[in-house]
């Protein structure tokens, strides 16, 4: 059946090389694994419809190569983004230390101040741990953010990984409503011409920020 | 005759009742549904009740024959306090709620204007019933007014009610009212005289006590004691003279010649165009004094306004005092609509850009020729051109200035050059999170030129025309590689600019790098020179070999020239990598020079995000994109071959996604560990090797350019140019909102201690506004009138503050000041007494001087009332005198209990109003 869709969510998956983003959205989006997975170059895209409360998202999950001199080329990319995967190797303290990197950058590229970011700790099947559930756990809370462990070789936490980024996103209705704004098809700079025309969601108009002195010349006096 | 009537009673038979005893019964009826007859005595009321409680009013339509009244009560809202209301009880038992309120005066002279309150002001009553006809029609026929006056005195009589009730007559807006309350063995007739004419002996307080004392007294004749007076003369100024507060909008005109206001050009105008307080009004009031110590007579007064004890004064506002910010911003957001073409307003002026598509560069020639006569020679500096074939609608003298303040490196001597480019930050100042450009950047100061176009110097041409030379302005220096001043260098900033600022600076990255490959070009770098030869020496690549023993091979050539015409020579080289070894070779990895990032500006990342996505998710778009994304990475390739000799995919690895190389154990001939590709590189034909193996040993300069300078400097002038007017606008828009929150953000006003924080609030409005890449244009007419409604504010109490203050800057006055805003009665507070006071003389006396001035020398003898010398001309007459006067007498005979008696009067130049309450006893008489 086709349910309507409440909104589509943009998605930005980022982190050090060879941690596991493109294998956990594999892994997400098709259900498979493939413990031979190509190297991203640049940046890649895929889309996934899913239901959480009774509510249908399309998430528009964009996967970011790692390789450093990529960052001249992803960063574009993160624009409008409303949640955030930053990922790292449980298996290797080096990919854990570089986040901080990472999250400099989401926070220079990305023009939405409320994204939702989430930190996952990839490949925790694996035996050889060199950074605990307790440091990861440390650092989500030092930067607020949610914290998960997964794997994509055993599926473990990847669902629930993307879950609760999205409801969490959904609870935080300034964020995705106010992409409205950003709604195809009404060009008024005329600078661009969109060839997606319109996408098959429709947000509502009309959000408008909380804000105690609404009726501002009212209080003033 | 018994049993008739008995079985009158019986049978109820209303069958002959007329419609007056209907109507009345419906009267009684709505009377006792609201549970008016009830004698409770109520609290004194304090000061100000009247005024600061609410009122109450209920109302119901009855019908007298086919004419439709309303009925209604109105009653303020006290405050219960059982405890008083009993002690009151017991020992005013006597009289009613509505004597008692009557003789009371503290709430003497309050000023009500909703409809009907005035009652409360003629009688001094706090609760009441009004019946008037529910449609505007006038009852002015004396028949008629005795049966209504009669049906109210029969319903409040039959239903025990107290509350005063009133019939409106006459036209309705005379306010016109009689009235009747009857209970406890007293009935009070209200009556009022209207005239408006006043007759000559109610002029003064006089005249109007003898008035008074022969109603009361008339019929009994005994000596009364002496009434007690209130009194409140009220001036009214309009005239500012002096004092006035208005801002007048910049004006061009007095722009000319070497000293014009560039400091005005960058300023948006604050303020009203005309004094956005309308009139003041001065109380002067003498509250209740016995009649015998004052004296108002037409030869002598007592009353002189300066002496009276008490001085409230109220303001009026002008509804829309026109403010200059305000009217800038709403006029530039209707521009936003224009869908005029730059050639449809400026016509031939613009022609040649016409043919911009294909024949851009011979339009240049055009235009640089036509342009730039005297200064051409000066490369270093832009030049703005003396000639102009054709008169835009800006005058050029007008013109010039506004050009050099946007481009002040033009000049010689820049009268107001940007601050140091690069200290340009919009996160850490008070407006982060606002999308737009640095405060006093280029774009902030071309938004703020603009709105001075549209409103000041021709509306949508001269806005077209500012932007058409803006334009020619930014092309003439793509084309002299002049970087573009208070932009700052950098790439598009997409993430905190506006869309403008990001184009500009596009532009000064094409200008830059412009630069950068002409100055290669003429001081050519060594392998530039071996261009002929290395490209013949492409077909030989193959032979892979190292290079340092290669040179002794080709002896035959001098030593310089060998170096040079070596075919595996390597080139592009950065700086040596500190620790790696190739493989292969075991000479030293070098780091190449790769080319640079390209800069993009949110509408270009917008288009590349949307063909990304449009590709699709399966297997086959992702390989595309792969593809597309490859660019840079082959450029990588390619620059890192170049500079490497002998290098092979693994080296390259190591350099690039050293994650993708697993150390082993052991060491290798040249001492680096051993070590192999991760699998995922080893899979076969995965994008890396097939970039790897495709890609030739070209250094950075000689590729294909990732960015292509001119090409994206021609898009990034071609869209400033084909821009219609209304998205000129809605590119500058948001600059323009920021500058004008800014302009409003630097007014200093105490009586508005929270103007920060609604500038706060109306700035998140703004950061709102300012994020998305399509503006709309709803919210920022939201934010304008936010804008505007403060700046009135601010603009009154400025305007307040220069009429009463000064430079009073004192906490009282401050509050002083706020309770004026709130266009209310405020009496003048003990602590500002006398300063107050000799201000709002002083006011009145210059606009006295001012209307004597202008209707020549009038003799003093023409006002309306006398003075004494000393007061002479100080004050006008007063613009409308009030008095109330007050009495217990015994009416209507000398033996009958002493009761409450009352008359309100306003005398106003051409307008008499008496408002009497005059008891009698119904019992001794």
Request: proline share 5%.
């Amino acid at each position: 059946m086709d349910q309507e869709v409440l909104t589509t969510l943009k998605l930005l998956m980022i982190g050090e090389t060879n941690v596991g983003k493109s294998s956990i959205l594999l892994r997400f989006t098709e259900d498979e694994f493939n413990e031979n997975m190509q190297s991203t170059v640049g940046m890649d895209y895929k889309t996934k419809q899913i239901t959480i409360d009774g509510n249908t998202v399309k998430l528009a999950i964009w996967d970011t190569a790692g390789q450093e001199r990529f960052r001249t080329l992803t960063p574009s990319y993160y624009r409008d983004g409303q949640g955030a995967i930053l990922m790292f190797d449980v298996t290797d303290r080096h990919t854990f230390t570089k986040l901080e990197t990472w999250l400099n950058e989401l926070n220079t590229y990305c023009n939405k101040i409320d994204i939702v970011k989430m930190v996952v700790g990839n490949k925790n099947d694996l035996p050889n741990r060199e950074v605990s559930m307790e440091e990861g756990l440390e650092f989500a809370r030092r930067h607020q953010t949610l914290y998960i462990e997964s794997s994509a070789k055993t599926a473990d936490g990847v669902r629930c990984c993307f879950e609760e980024l999205v409801e969490k996103i959904i609870q935080t209705p300034g964020l995705w409503e106010a992409n409205s704004t950003r709604m195809y098809g009404g060009d008024s700079l005329g600078g661009t011409r969109h060839r997606l025309g319109k996408r098959g969601v429709q947000l509502t108009d009309d959000y408008e920020p909380q804000n105690p002195y609404s009726n501002c010349y009212c209080s003033l006096v | 005759m018994n049993n008739i009537e008995i079985e009158d009673t019986y049978h109820h038979d209303f069958t002959t009742a007329s419609e007056w005893e209907v109507f009345i019964a419906r009267l009684e009826e709505i009377i006792r549904e609201w549970k008016l007859p009830r004698s409770k005595i109520c609290s004194p009321l304090k000061k100000g009740d009247f005024i600061n409680l609410s009122w109450e009013a209920t109302s119901e339509n009855v019908h007298f024959a086919d004419v439709e009244f309303s009925l209604k009560h109105i009653n303020l809202i006290t405050p219960s306090d059982e405890a008083i209301q009993s002690s009151i009880e017991e020992c005013e038992d006597k009289r009613s709620q509505c004597l008692m309120d009557a003789l009371n005066s503290t709430n003497d002279f309050a000023s009500l204007d909703q409809e009907h309150l005035n009652l409360a002001k003629y009688y001094g009553i706090r609760e009441f019933i009004i019946l008037s006809p529910a449609k505007e029609v006038a009852i002015t026929d004396e028949t008629r007014i005795k049966i209504l006056l009669s049906s109210i005195t029969i319903a409040s009589n039959n239903s025990n009610c107290e509350v005063p009730m009133f019939v409106q007559v006459q036209e309705p807006w005379q306010s016109f009212y009689l009235g009747v309350s009857e209970g406890r063995g007293v009935c009070s007739h209200f009556d009022m005289v209207h005239l408006k004419k006043v007759p000559p002996y109610c002029k003064f307080l006089n005249g109007l006590l003898t008035l008074f004392k022969q109603k009361i007294t008339e019929g009994c004749g005994i000596r009364l004691d002496p009434a007690m007076v209130s009194a409140r003369f009220t001036y009214l100024l309009k005239d500012w003279t002096s004092s006035t507060w208005t801002q007048d909008p910049p004006d061009f005109d007095f722009m000319h010649g070497e000293t014009l206001g560039v400091a005005e050009l960058g300023k948006l105008p604050f303020g009203a165009t005309f004094d956005p307080v309308g009139e003041l009004i001065l109380f002067t009031t003498w509250p209740e004094m016995p009649e015998n110590v004052v004296v108002d007579s037409e030869s002598y007064t007592d009353l002189e306004p300066q002496q009276a004890p008490e001085w409230s004064v109220q303001v009026k506002m002008t509804s829309s005092p026109a403010c200059l910010l305000g009217e800038y911003l709403i006029d530039f957001i209707h521009l936003c609509s224009n869908q005029k073409t730059l050639f449809e307003l400026l016509g031939d002026f613009v022609s040649y850009t016409e043919g911009d598509g294909q024949n851009l560069s011979s339009a240049f020639n055009a235009l640089t020729e036509s342009r730039v006569p005297a200064l051409s020679t000066v490369v270093s500096k832009a030049a703005i051109k003396k000639t102009k074939p054709v008169e835009g609608p800006i005058s050029e003298d007008i013109l010039l200035p506004i050009l050099y303040f946007l481009f002040p490196d033009a000049e010689d001597n820049p009268k107001q050059p940007y601050a140091n480019a690069n200290a340009y930050n919009v996160e850490d100042d008070q407006w982060k999170g606002v999308k737009t450009a640095a405060v006093d950047s280029l774009v902030w100061r071309l938004s703020i030129v603009a709105a001075h176009c549209a409103h000041n110097l021709g509306g949508a041409p001269a806005l077209a025309h500012l932007w058409h030379e803006f334009v020619q302005e930014i092309r003439f220096r793509w084309e002299r590689n002049i970087l573009i001043p208070g932009i700052g260098s950098g790439f598009p900033d997409s993430v905190r600019t506006c869309l403008l600022h990001q184009k500009l600076q596009m532009l000064n990255c094409c200008i830059e790098r412009k630069k950068v490959n002409e100055e290669s070009l003429y001081k050519p770098q060594s392998m530039d020179i071996d261009d002929p030869d290395s490209d013949s020496d492409e077909e030989f690549f193959e032979c892979t070999n190292e290079d340092s023993t290669e040179s002794e091979d080709t002896g035959i050539k001098r030593q310089r020239k060998m170096k040079h015409s070596l075919w595996n020579r390597p080139t592009g080289r950065l700086a040596k990598h500190p620790v790696l070894k190739l493989l292969k070779t075991g000479g030293s990895l070098y780091l190449p020079v790769t080319q640079e990032p390209v800069p993009k500006t949110e509408d270009q990342l917008e288009e590349d995000a949307e063909v990304m996505m449009q590709l699709g998710t399966d297997q086959r778009a992702s390989e595309m994109r792969a593809r597309l994304m490859s660019a840079s990475l082959l450029s990588d390739m390619e620059s890192f071959k170049a500079a490497n000799p002998g290098a092979v995919l693994e080296d390259f690895i190591r350099w690039y996604s050293p994650r993708d190389w697993i150390e082993e154990e052991g060491l290798d001939e040249w001492g680096q560990k051993n070590g192999h590709l991760s699998p995922r590189m080893m899979i076969p034909n995965n994008p890396w090797s097939n970039a790897w193996t495709s890609s030739q040993p070209v250094p950075a300069h000689r590729q294909k350019r990732l960015f292509d300078d001119t090409r994206e400097a021609e898009k990034a002038i071609h869209y400033l140019t084909s821009q219609r007017l209304g998205q000129i606008a809605q590119l500058l828009l948001p600059v323009l909102m920021h500058a004008g929150l800014s302009t409003l953000n630097s007014q200093k006003q105490e009586a508005l201690s929270n103007l920060p924080d609604v500038v706060q609030s109306i700035l998140s409005k703004l950061q709102y506004a300012t994020k998305p890449i399509h503006q709309k244009i709803k919210s920022y007419e939201e934010i304008a009138h936010d804008i505007e409604g403060i700046e009135a504010l601010v603009a009154q109490a400025n305007s307040l503050q220069r009429k009463l203050g000064g430079l009073n800057q004192t906490k009282e006055f401050t509050g002083f000041l706020v309770q004026l805003m709130r266009e209310k009665e405020v009496p003048v507070p003990d602590a500002l007494w006398e300063y107050v006071r000799s201000r709002i003389t002083s006011m009145f006396y210059e606009a006295q001087k001012a209307a004597h001035m202008m209707t020549s020398v009038k003799n003093i003898s023409d006002a309306d009332s006398p003075r004494d010398g000393g007061n002479v001309g100080k004050f006008p007459a007063p613009f409308c005198k009030e008095f109330i006067l007050r009495a217990i007498a015994p009416r209507p005979s000398g033996t009958s209990t002493p009761h409450p008696q009352r008359l309100y009067a306003s005398l106003k130049r051409d307008h008499l109003r008496l408002a009497g309450l005059f008891s009698e006893d119904t019992i001794f008489f």
